[in-house]
């Protein structure tokens, strides 16, 4: 088992990660529950930057070693999970026995675990998953945009 570790997301990779997911800098550090709404109508050009989508899978990847790198792969879930849920893939269709009910419960309502352990974001097997399950790419899943 390879397990990486994340402690810290430059500030370089979270202002490019902040357009292409349509969020404020406040949104992606909030460490309180609070509901994703994209920022502003996308901007197209945006999608340019191909090489965010791997930043986010990237951290999404890593073990959080601290909680600032937690909050953004939180934050990163919720911003997934809404986007699913625009295309029909609300909590009720994302019960399955392959996703970690109670780090979902968690995602969609903030109410913490007692185990911490499910106090996480989605890390890549769940997106993985969630892109078979679905059909929506990753693209689609962060910013809301059909390839």
Not at 13 to 34: A, E, G, H
Not at 100 to 114: A, F, H, P, V
């Amino acid at each position: 088992m390879s397990l990486r570790r994340g402690s810290e997301i430059s500030l370089k990779t979270q202002l490019k990660i902040i357009p292409y997911v349509n969020c404020t800098v406040q949104f992606l550090n909030n460490d309180r529950y609070i509901e994703y709404i994209p920022e502003a109508e996308y901007n197209p050009d945006n999608l340019k930057a191909t090489e965010t989508i791997f930043d986010i899978l990237g951290i999404l990847d890593h073990c959080a070693d601290t909680d600032s790198y937690r909050i953004v792969q939180v934050q990163l879930s919720r911003i997934v999970l809404y986007h699913l849920k625009e295309k029909g893939f609300d909590r009720e269709a994302l019960r399955t026995e392959h996703l970690d009910q109670k780090k979902l419960d968690y995602l969609y309502t903030g109410k913490e675990n007692r185990d911490k352990s499910q106090n996480y974001g989605l890390n890549f097997s769940d997106m993985d998953f969630l892109r078979e399950f679905t059909g929506v790419s990753y693209q689609e899943m962060f910013t809301g945009i059909s390839p």
